[in-house]
T-cell receptor, first 114, second 114 residues
Framework: DSGVTQTPKHLITATGQRVTLRCSPR?????VYWYQQSLDQGLQFLIQ???????AKGNILERFSAQQFPDLHSELNLSSLELGDSALYFC?????????????FGPGTRLLVL | AQSVTQLDSHVSVSEGTPVLLRCNYS??????LFWYVQHPNKGLQLLLK??????LVKGINGFEAEFKMSETSFHLTKPSAHMSDAAEYFC????????????FGQGTTLQVKP
C-alpha cells in the first residue's frame, strides 16, 4: 500500500458527461501528480500541483482541469467526455515535487466512457 | 528533450533464468532515471532509481540497473526470475528543475514461464 488513495476505483459514464476523480496524497507529501494510462498513448503526465499551486502541465486537454485543496487532496475534473477519454487515471504524490524524488502511486481510477 | 525508449515490448523468460529489460534514454543533461513495475490491475511501484550517485543501483526484489552514460542506457536486470516477477515494467526519466514530471517509456511486459 503506497498511502495514496483514489476514489472511485471504477467509473462508467456516457459521452458528454462530466466526472470528478479524487486523490488523497500520502501523509506529509505536498505535491500531487495526475497521469493517464491508455492503450494507444501509454502513460502520460497530465498535471502537477505543489501545495495548492500548479507547478507543471503536460498533455492535459482543455476539457480537463484539476486543483489541489488546502488539505492537499486533489481533484481531476473531466468534462464533455469522449470515448477516447476511457483510460486508467493515476494520482501520485511526492514530498516536495522535485525531479529526484520518488513518486508514490495510487491504485488508479478506471474510467469507461460509453 | 528528455525521452526513454524501451527496446522490447515483450520479454519471455523461464523461471530461474536471468532477466534483462533494456532501456535507452535521451537527455540534454545528467538525468534522473527510474524503473517502475505495474502488476495486473495494480498501481505503479518503484523498483529503483538513479540520481547521479552510484552507477549501479540496487532495487527491491533482487532487481538492479546500471547507468551507462557512454551508451545512454539504463538496463534492468535480475539474476533469477520468479513467477511473481511477471508484470509490466516502465523505464522513466524526469525533467530537470523544480518539477517532478515523469516521462514514461512504452513499457515491457515480462512473462515468466514455469
Amino acid at each position: 500500500d503506497s498511502g495514496v488513495t483514489q476514489t472511485p476505483k471504477h467509473l462508467i459514464t456516457a459521452t458528454g458527461q462530466r466526472v470528478t476523480l479524487r486523490c488523497s496524497p500520502r501523509s506529509g507529501d505536498l505535491s500531487v501528480y495526475w497521469y493517464q494510462q491508455s492503450l494507444d498513448q501509454g502513460l502520460q503526465f497530465l498535471i502537477q500541483y505543489y501545495n495548492g499551486e500548479e507547478r507543471a502541465k503536460g498533455n492535459i486537454l482543455e476539457r480537463f482541469s484539476a486543483q489541489q485543496f488546502p488539505d492537499l487532496h486533489s481533484e481531476l475534473n473531466l468534462s464533455s467526455l469522449e470515448l477516447g477519454d476511457s483510460a486508467l487515471y493515476f494520482c501520485a504524490s511526492s514530498a516536495n515535487g522535485v525531479n529526484q524524488e520518488t513518486q508514490y502511486f495510487g491504485p488508479g481510477t478506471r474510467l469507461l466512457v460509453l | 528533450a528528455q525521452s526513454v525508449t524501451q527496446l522490447d515490448s515483450h520479454v519471455s523468460v523461464s523461471e530461474g533464468t536471468p532477466v534483462l529489460l533494456r532501456c535507452n534514454y535521451s537527455s540534454s543533461y545528467s538525468p534522473s532515471l527510474f524503473w517502475y513495475v505495474q502488476h495486473p490491475n495494480k498501481g505503479l511501484q518503484l523498483l529503483l532509481k538513479y540520481t547521479s550517485a552510484a552507477t549501479l543501483v540496487k532495487g527491491i526484489n533482487g532487481f538492479e540497473a546500471e547507468f551507462k552514460m557512454s551508451e545512454t542506457s539504463f538496463h534492468l536486470t535480475k539474476p533469477s526470475a520468479h513467477m511473481s516477477d511477471a508484470a509490466e515494467y516502465f523505464c522513466v526519466v524526469t525533467l530537470s528543475g523544480n518539477t517532478g514530471k515523469l516521462i514514461f517509456g512504452q513499457g515491457t511486459t515480462l512473462q515468466v514461464k514455469p
